[in-house]
């Protein structure tokens, strides 16, 4: 009788066992078809793939700086006084243009007074060639009437020796004139180093000094505010510092995008014109190398100031009307995500070979035809293989 209680247990266990596994087994079915039914379809972002330019491109790591390709801060080789200040600061001058003159009437008499000395060297040296020429043309007629008996020997040598003496006279004053000539122009330049003038045609960025004020040269070493800040806008640039990782991808004579911070919509036109020839190594950021890129066309209208934060993309290769998808629906592994059908399709994971790309498009090879559509946010967690799903408005 225990034995036949013991069996009846055991056989009650095992049937509450069967009865606990069934009824999991009917609530995951049910949670799996309610999943399946009454869930909507999951929204995602999607893109159509299509035909157009892709380009492999580099940009620049941290902001660059719009630069003049001619800039100069000019200053005063001697001290002195200003005694003429002769633009202001946002003037456009020409070059050779008188900026700043500083007091500098002793060395203006000292020209003047070097001046009179050289004409008068002049007139006395065109005085001596004169009686040099007419004692020559003297002697060769005593030559002529001595070659006739007409005159002695002794007047002879006295008209060639007298026509020699002038010619020597003439020689010297004209070497006196020389130095007169070179005094004239040592005082020139003694006076042109109180005078500041434009090496080249630009705009007058900065003026440091006023009428009255004593300026100083700038000492060897010692970096001081120049008298005159010119810069010429007829050619900017922009440097830029670009990964050391991409340099080796980077040649002159490359095209360019610039955009800037005080013009979001414009994208102008450049070409990169240098690729500094080493490294920079700075603490605490990453390695990089400085390129300049020239801005080769800019219209009138739009008003570019030097100092201007800018950033540059170099355009390494570009492909006309080829297959293309937003690089964001890229998954690291060559992959995308393909929404099949145009609505409640299903999702897919597809590989797929890529050509070039840049950040904002990637070329594709093989995989993908034009039309079909490439999920952009494959980072949601919800997307899976054969999930229901429709395209989200964005």
């Known amino acids: 009788m225990a034995a036949s209680g013991l069996n009846l247990r055991e056989r009650v266990l095992k049937s509450k066992k069967i009865i606990v596994v069934a009824v999991a087994a009917l609530a995951l079915i049910s949670i ?32 660059g700086t719009v630069k003049a390709c001619r800039r100069s801060k000019l200053s005063m ?11 202001d600061e946002g003037d456009q001058v020409e070059e050779g243009q008188l900026l700043l003159e500083l007091w500098n009437r002793d060395r203006k008499a000292d020209v003047e007074q070097a001046e009179q000395t050289y004409q008068a060297a002049r007139y006395e040296r065109e005085r001596a060639c004169l009686l040099a020429d007419l004692g020559r043309r003297e002697a060769e007629r005593i030559e002529k009437m001595a070659a006739k008996k007409l005159v002695s020997e002794e007047s002879v040598d006295s008209a060639v020796t007298t026509a020699e003496s002038q010619e020597r006279n003439c020689e010297g004053l004209r070497h006196q004139e020389g130095v007169a000539g070179a005094r004239l122009e040592f005082q ?20 440091n000094g006023e009428v009255g004020e004593y300026v100083t040269p700038s000492p060897p070493g010692v970096a ?12 900017l640039y922009v440097t830029a510092p670009i990964d050391e990782v991409d340099a ?13 911070d005080a013009f979001r919509d414009l994208a102008l036109q450049g070409e990169v014109v240098r690729i500094a020839p080493y490294v920079l190594d700075l603490e605490k950021q990453a390695r990089t190398v400085d390129i300049d890129v020239q801005l080769t066309h800019v219209e009138e209208a739009i008003k570019l100031l030097v100092g201007y934060s800018a950033d540059i993309t170099v355009i390494l290769e570009s492909r006309e009307q080829v297959l293309r998808f937003p690089t964001e629906a890229l998954l690291p592994d060559n992959r995308v995500w393909v929404l099949e059908g145009k609505s409640d399709g299903q999702l897919r994971l597809r590989d797929i070979k890529t050509g070039i790309g ?29 999930v229901t799903a429709v395209p989200a408005d964005d």
């Open 77 to 87: 080789p001697i001290g002195g006084v200003v005694d003429r200040l002769l633009v």
């Open 188 to 207: 020139r330049a003694i006076l042109e180093r109180t005078q500041l003038k434009a090496p080249f045609a630009g705009v007058v960025a900065e003026i």
């Open 224 to 235: 001081t505010p120049p008298a005159v800040d010119l810069i010429d806008y007829s050619c």
């Open 358 to 386: 840049n950040w904002t498009h990637t070329q594709v090879l093989e995989g993908l035809s034009e039309g079909e559509l490439v999920v952009r946010n494959p980072d949601n967690k919800s997307i899976a293989d054969g």
């Open 248 to 260: 080796g991808l980077l040649r002159t004579g490359l095209p360019a995008r610039i955009t800037l």
């Open 32 to 63: 799996f078809i309610w999943s399946r039914v009454d869930q909507p379809p999951l929204e995602v972002w999607v893109a159509a793939v299509e035909k157009g330019r892709v380009e492999a491109t580099v940009a620049n790591t941290r902001a």
